[in-house]
């Protein structure tokens, strides 16, 4: 099974400032969130057992049934989140109004920072595997180190995908856990590093983006079991263009209405993505 931990509602302060050490112009500027709900996070990654066992396949370049599962786009990940709510559900073991998915970054980041301070840089061998000791591909999850909650892999090995798409900085964040599902920019948040990063990137704080279609050898993903009304609250706003939206439609699959219009709102088509309209 996946091995889930409980993470606690609090509040936490988000990105870095200006004298962060490597910190980027999207992580600013450093402001305070509140994490409103409790939620479940794998304690690794998802494998490529855990995935085969669920979706019949395995895309990953690195082979080994306890290696975190690589080269899975942002849509399969979602598209494996769905699978597990719907057959939770029938077995019964889904908590009520909950569903699997993929964690927003502010629920990421904030699991990523349970210990009371980031490794420093001489910990973070016993942590993460980065370029510096993964000796180019991924390791079995679970071996190094577990942070303050028991999550391990948090750092290095895949660089994991959050439901937000990016944006340019902090600006216009929300002040909770809602993810950002702003159609500006089509590319989606992925956090932790990976084996082929080198150490500056294995930061709670790092912001990488890729299209949701990338399949990419460095690309993974963990589970979160979340309020199925997060996804409700994600803010995002609608851009039209010619020939209809960017916008989840492009990025699931989910068709636009005839003539390239629709009431929809990307909170809601993640839900419908999700299969947690209802």
């Not at 709900?37 to 396949?57: D, I, K, P």
């Amino acid at each position: 099974g996946m091995k889930m931990v409980w993470v606690a509602p609090g509040t936490f302060w988000m990105g870095s400032d200006q004298y962060s050490e490597n910190q980027e112009a999207n992580e600013r500027p450093r402001h305070q969130r509140a994490i409103k709900r409790g939620f479940w996070l794998g304690s690794c990654e998802v494998t490529q057992e855990q995935f085969n066992a669920v979706m019949g396949h395995n895309p990953s370049q690195f082979r080994g049934r306890k290696r975190p599962v690589d080269s899975v786009t942002w849509q399969e990940a979602l598209a494996f989140c769905r699978a597990m709510t719907l057959r939770e559900r029938k077995l019964g073991t889904l908590p009520d109004g909950h569903v699997y998915a993929l964690p927003s970054e502010a629920q990421w980041e904030y699991a990523s920072r349970a210990a009371s301070s980031e490794y420093a840089r001489r910990g973070l061998a016993k942590a993460a595997w980065y370029k510096g000791n993964s000796k180019g591909m991924t390791r079995s999850v679970g071996r190094k180190k577990a942070n303050k909650l028991g999550l391990y892999d948090m750092f290095g090995n895949v660089e994991e995908w959050c439901l937000d798409r990016r944006s340019s900085d902090y600006s216009h964040a929300p002040h909770d856990e809602s993810p950002n599902l702003d159609d500006y920019d089509e590319r989606c948040i992925q956090r932790g590093g990976s084996w082929a990063y080198d150490r500056t990137f294995c930061r709670a704080a790092y912001r990488g983006y890729a299209s949701p279609s990338l399949r990419s050898a460095t690309s993974g993903f963990r589970c979160a079991i979340i309020s199925k009304s997060l996804l409700r609250q994600g803010s995002g706003k609608r851009r039209h263009i010619a020939g209809g939206f960017i916008g989840l439609h492009r990025w699931m699959g989910v068709k636009a209405a005839k003539g390239g219009r629709s009431t929809s709102t990307p909170a809601k088509e993640l839900s419908t993505a999700l299969g947690t309209a209802n």
